[in-house]
């Protein structure tokens, strides 16, 4: 069979081991091609297609980003499904493994439905797929979240102050939860869970009160009950979707003007996703990678890898695309305990 390979959506740590895990298994059990798709579906539709032989998967399970680009061009905009078709069939393509979040996966579905041969494998550091327990990145852009939290709390004790940190997370709270969480946190605010401007203060003067210097950890989707998300007005992602950023300097302002503490803001950002993998990650896209082309050789058209318990195991794409993971109130009730 010869196989395209994509990455779509935002980039994420361990795309490059499930594309090597693809290739290298697909190689040795099943002598497949593989080729690959440049800049997610814009390559698709645009026909920017390469040779992807083994040699070129090499070591490429600690290398961070994406080898083939990525972009959120959608082929919807560009000829679809037809135009699509013509590409594969100009270069005798059988079938596709569709790297990608959410939105990739809910067009590999509409592919598939339009009879197209693609497997879905799940990726983002948000973990918000739920037919999945985990996905690769999220433990990385943890990682990195947690380390980032401690450093900044040495020099926030250095000053008594306030320090609040903004992490990703557009629709759920899991990155802000499990970082807030490790580093000890004073604060976790989420999407998923209302929390007023005055219990934030509260927890924010007890920590203050008991000698410490508050950590206030925010996800970039929360927003203060009744109030609409903080976006960057000058600003959308390709989808038109306002582009997130600005809750960490709220809750910063509002902090300093409620209790008179000062408090210094940092966004964390895009280093959350940028950078080497870490192993378990790496050992996850791997997994995946190597389940997927297990997939495409049993002709399992329309479904999607992911991980249940310790297993992987093989789900339909409808499925993996109806509802987010939103992080259950009881988990987040977990690590209030400790607030303050
Ligand atoms: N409902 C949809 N209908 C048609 N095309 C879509 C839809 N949702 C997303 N797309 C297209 O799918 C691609 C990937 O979507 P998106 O940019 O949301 O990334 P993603 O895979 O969800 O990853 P991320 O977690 O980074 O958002 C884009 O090219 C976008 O144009
Ligand atoms: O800057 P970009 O690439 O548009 O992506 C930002 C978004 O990507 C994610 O990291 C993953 O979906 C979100 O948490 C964030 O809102
Ligand atoms: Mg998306």
Redesign the pocket.
């Known amino acids: 069979m010869k196989i395209g390979l994509l990455t ?5 740590p361990g795309l490059n081991a499930v594309i090597r895990g693809v290739v290298l298994k697909g190689d040795r059990i099943y002598e497949h091609e593989f080729v690959g798709i440049k800049g ?3 390559g698709l539709v645009q026909d920017d297609i390469v040779p992807l032989p083994r040699q070129r998967v090499r070591g490429l399970s600690k290398v961070g980003g994406t080898i083939l680009g990525t ?7 560009h000829g679809g499904t037809e135009r699509v078709q013509e590409v594969m069939d100009k270069h005798q393509i059988d079938a596709l493994v569709a790297i ?8 590999a579905r ?1 592919f598939h439905d339009d009879g197209i041969h693609v497997v879905g494998v799940p ?4 973990n ?1 797929l739920s037919a999945t327990d985990r996905t690769f990145g999220f433990d990385t852009a943890v990682s990195v979240a947690t380390e980032s939290i401690d450093r900044l709390r040495t020099t926030g004790e250095a000053h008594s102050r306030c320090m609040v940190v903004e992490v990703m997370g ?1 629709q759920v709270g899991w990155i802000a939860l499990h970082a807030g969480m490790a580093s000890g946190a004073h604060v976790i605010l989420i999407p998923e869970v209302p929390v007023t401007r005055e219990q934030v203060c509260g927890w924010v003067q007890h920590a203050m009160d008991r000698g410490r210097a508050p950590v206030v950890v925010v996800a970039e989707g929360f927003s203060f009950p009744g109030e609409e998300q903080q976006a960057d007005t000058r600003q959308a ?3 038109g ?1 306002p582009r997130l950023g600005g809750i960490g300097e709220q809750v910063t302002r509002l902090i300093e003007e409620q209790t008179g503490i000062e408090t210094r803001n940092t966004t964390l950002g895009h280093l959350q996703r940028g950078g080497v993998p870490s192993s378990y990650d790496r050992v996850l896209a791997t997994r995946f990678g190597t389940a997927a082309v297990d997939a495409v050789s049993a002709k399992l058209w329309g479904t999607m890898v992911a991980l249940q318990g310790i297993d992987i195991v093989n789900v339909n794409l409808r499925d993996a695309t109806s509802a987010l993971k939103t992080v259950p109130r009881d988990q987040w009730e977990e690590a209030a305990i400790l607030f303050g």
């Open positions: 779509a959506g935002g980039d994420c997610g579906f814009r972009s959120r061009v959608s082929p919807f905009d990608g979040g959410e939105g990739t996966l809910t067009v509409m990726k983002t550091i948000d918000d557009r992602d390709a989808l979707r």
